[in-house]
T-cell receptor
Framework: AAGVIQSPRHLIKEKRETATLKCYPIPRHDTVYWYQQGPGQDPQFLISFYEKMQSDKGSIPDRFSAQQFSDYHSELNMSSLELGDSALYFC??????????????FGPGTRLTVT | GNSVTQMEGPVTLSEEAFLTINCTYTATGYPSLFWYVQYPGEGLQLLLKATKADDKGSNKGFEATYRKETTSFHLEKGSVQVSDSAVYFCALSEDFGNEKLTFGTGTRLTIIP
């Protein structure tokens, strides 16, 4: 079965640079979520999109922005990178199942290292 | 706001031992509850879920029951295997369109042969 695809899997950037992370949801999933997992930490919700519109916002820094495109893929843009942005960034997607509930399916993550 | 409190690790058990990882939650509404597992170097995989009180989620020998009266969702397995070594996250999401997940701090489980 198709899974959530994230690219790149690993990314190394220097401080003050920009980074773009991409997420391709499972086909026919209408919602995309972004999470940040720092070293040894639990994942923290950043932002979500439903049908290409921002649906919820969490602890996402102003230096970060995201959008969902017409083909439902999403991109997380990160500018003025800081050392503290080094983390694993997960994308997840979901759709409403026959029981009226949602399950989030996670991608493998993009490991961002800022030096 | 919502929060999940999870039994802190790390937890080390011998193969075939009984496993319990405690999880309690605080939520304003009627959340759905989840256990996710993260194997080394991999992403998060949904292990099991329960969407309403008294529901029992189960998968791969793991079980957890949604207890509204004690606001708990403890993970159990009767006989663990070395392949169960991973980090386990308890999580919740609110109903009514607010599906972002709030995670616990994770419990690292190591099973020794």
């Amino acid at each position: 079965a198709a899974g959530v695809i994230q690219s790149p899997r690993h990314l190394i950037k220097e401080k003050r640079e920009t980074a773009t992370l991409k997420c391709y949801p499972i086909p026919r999933h209408d919602t995309v979520y972004w999470y940040q997992q720092g070293p040894g930490q639990d994942p923290q919700f950043l932002i979500s999109f439903y049908e290409k519109m921002q649906s919820d916002k969490g602890s996402i820094p102003d230096r970060f922005s995201a959008q969902q495109f017409s083909d439902y893929h999403s991109e997380l843009n990160m500018s003025s990178l800081e050392l503290g942005d080094s983390a694993l960034y997960f994308c997840a997607s979901s759709h409403m199942n026959s029981e009226g509930a949602r399950e989030q399916y996670f991608g493998p993550g993009t490991r961002l290292t800022v030096t | 706001g919502n929060s999940v409190t999870q039994m802190e690790g790390p937890v080390t058990l011998s193969e075939e031992a009984f496993l319990t990882i405690n999880c309690t939650y605080t939520a304003t509404g009627y959340p759905s509850l989840f256990w996710y597992v993260q194997y080394p170097g991999e992403g998060l995989q949904l292990l099991l879920k329960a969407t309403k009180a008294d529901d029992k989620g189960s998968n791969k020998g793991f079980e957890a029951t949604y207890r509204k009266e004690t606001t708990s969702f403890h993970l159990e397995k009767g006989s663990v295997q070395v392949s169960d070594s991973a980090v386990y996250f308890c999580a919740l999401s609110e109903d009514f369109g607010n599906e972002k997940l709030t995670f616990g701090t994770g419990t690292r489980l190591t099973i020794i042969p």
